[in-house]
């Protein structure tokens, strides 16, 4: 959604780099390529006036003149106001004192209502709640239906009396939840609340006389991020209207300019809570401010990534993965096998566009990210599980006539599967040198990180040892010197000198080419 001002401004900062000093004509251009970049990204005037006035403030100020680089500091107020825009801190559920606690859901139709609060349900129990769907959207046709099948597909327990199609009182059915889930012991009711297509008198009093009946602890607006400043107006009238203590952005992921979401925090002044970035009822999650602009900016998000790592991964199976890439056989123990319970667990995290996508500096390539064929990783899993046990235990196995067989059973060409057995073997290898604290291959030699190729010719030449004369007589006195010497050595004990010299040191010649140097 973020991806056309993040461009500009990404552009904008490049304009500085290399400038030791940023004169006030610098500051003032960069200040009109934001605000730019920012009206192209449908933000409310309101909210970009006071960006701009507080980033030229600072950046005017002694914050960047006797910064040691200017276009960092820069970047560094651009960030900070960002995440003043979107709210700054992270806002956090209030939960009530004696369960249930009341969330209700309020916005217009389209937003996405019903399907978030299955979102929000599935998000809930997976931080150890239990709650309860409340249908109350007693008008839209098969909007009961509707909650009802995403409550299933979420796991979690839906209330709905009513048929709806018109029919049923929604406040009564709201007051008649509460008891409900205190008997059934749901300690989170989330009432589905009926949308329209615009503000109107009825919506209002509709959603007015809900939130008396169960008296919410949290009004969540929803609001669709792809419609614009209009998101704003809607959101001003439901705070005038109704009044609601956060927002709940839908439809992150579309492609639209995603001016709603810098916008609305600042107009209305209350936070962005939770963001939907997805289809997928796991597509959704706490909103973060500074994680958010950090994404604008093109500096990844890295932390979710983490958060999402530590959701899908075991610890007991990381430790085990680990445990044989770090094994004395050189990762030879780490299987097609696990290679493949690796790749299961990578794709339950999400898209691997969204993945990739989070890290760092990814937006330099952008277009390559979309245009990765998720299908790939489906394919890779064909051609494994065509193998037998044993293939995937030790894919040396695999020779002509099975990687004939594994291509016709996976549906794919016999050189996809050789790619993949080498593409393995050359993955387990750099994964075993970096779990044992050795460099990456091919790297140059550095302190603590492994050997490159300088150094292997190094040992290479250092294990050809002393070349022999081409003098047959030379090389006769040569061998016989030498089988003196390992004579001599055999006589001695191990250990007798710290430093290898055969006993009787005072005794030891150093060779005719160094006594030059010693006078």
């Known amino acids: 959604m973020f991806d056309t001002l993040s461009d500009r401004l990404a552009a904008t900062f490049k304009n500085l780099r290399g400038k030791g000093r940023l004169s006030e004509a610098d500051i003032d251009a960069t200040a009109r390529e934001i605000r730019i970049a920012l009206l192209e990204a449908d933000v409310a005037l309101p909210a970009v006036r006071s960006f701009i006035a507080n980033v030229k403030e600072r950046a005017l100020g002694a914050e960047v003149s006797k910064a040691l680089n200017p276009a960092q500091q820069i970047v560094k107020i651009v960030n900070e106001e960002l995440v003043g825009i979107l709210g700054g801190e992270t806002r956090r559920l209030r939960f009530a004192k004696q369960p249930p606690t009341v969330i209700m859901l309020a916005g217009l139709q389209g937003a996405g209502k019903t399907t978030l609060a299955g979102k929000l349900g599935k998000w809930l129990q997976g931080q150890g709640h239990t709650p309860l769907l409340v249908a109350c959207d007693l008008q839209r046709p098969n909007a009961v239906n509707q909650l009802s099948v995403v409550a299933e597909r979420a796991g979690v327990a839906v209330y709905a009396p009513e048929p709806g199609n018109g029919v049923g009182d929604p406040v009564k059915v709201a007051g008649d939840s509460l008891e409900f889930a205190k008997t059934q012991q749901y300690d989170i009711v989330v009432i589905d609340t009926a949308g329209r297509l615009g503000v109107d008198e009825e919506l209002m009093r509709q959603a007015a006389d809900i939130r008396d009946a169960v008296r919410p602890d949290e009004?969540?607006?929803?609001?669709?991020?792809?419609?614009?400043?209009?998101?704003?107006?809607?959101?001003?009238?439901?705070?005038?209207?109704?009044?609601?203590?956060?927002?709940?952005?839908?439809?992150?992921?579309?492609?639209?300019?995603?001016?709603a979401a810098l916008s609305i925090a600042h107009v209305t002044g209350k936070q962005i809570m939770f963001a939907s970035n997805g289809e997928k009822l796991d597509d959704f999650d706490a909103f973060h401010p500074d994680r958010m602009a950090s994404r604008i900016l093109g500096m990844g998000d890295m932390l979710s990534l983490i958060e999402k790592a530590e959701q899908t991964f075991s610890q007991a199976e990381a430790e085990k993965m680990a445990a044989k890439l770090q094994s004395s056989k050189g990762g030879k123990d780490f299987t097609l096998d696990d290679f493949l319970a690796q790749m299961e667990q990578v794709r339950k995290m999400g898209s691997i566009s969204k993945l990739l996508g989070m890290l760092p500096g990814m937006g330099q390539i952008k277009d390559q990210i979309n245009n990765l064929d998720e299908k790939d990783v489906d394919r890779t899993a064909a051609i494994i599980k065509s193998m037998t046990p044993g293939e995937r235990q030790d894919p040396h196995l695999i020779n002509g006539s099975r990687r004939a067989r594994i291509a016709k059973g996976s549906g794919v060409e016999v050189s996809a599967v050789k790619g993949l057995v080498e593409r393995f073997f050359e993955a387990r290898k750099m994964m075993s040198r970096m779990a044992q604290g050795g460099g990456m291959p091919g790297m140059p030699g550095m302190p603590g990180m492994g050997g490159g190729p300088g150094r292997q010719k190094k040992q290479q030449k250092q294990a050809k040892g002393k070349r022999q004369s081409g003098n047959p007589m030379k090389r006769k006195a040569e061998a016989e010197a030498a089988a003196a010497r390992r004579e001599q050595q055999g006589q001695g004990q191990e250990g007798d000198s710290p430093f290898g010299l055969p006993p009787g040191g005072e005794n030891f010649e150093l060779p005719d080419e160094f006594k030059k140097f010693m006078g």
């Open 219 to 259: 009004i969540l607006f929803v609001v669709d991020a792809m419609i614009g400043q209009d998101a704003v107006n809607t959101a001003e009238a439901f705070r005038d209207g109704v009044g609601f203590d956060g927002v709940v952005l839908s439809k992150l992921d579309g492609d639209a300019r995603g001016g």
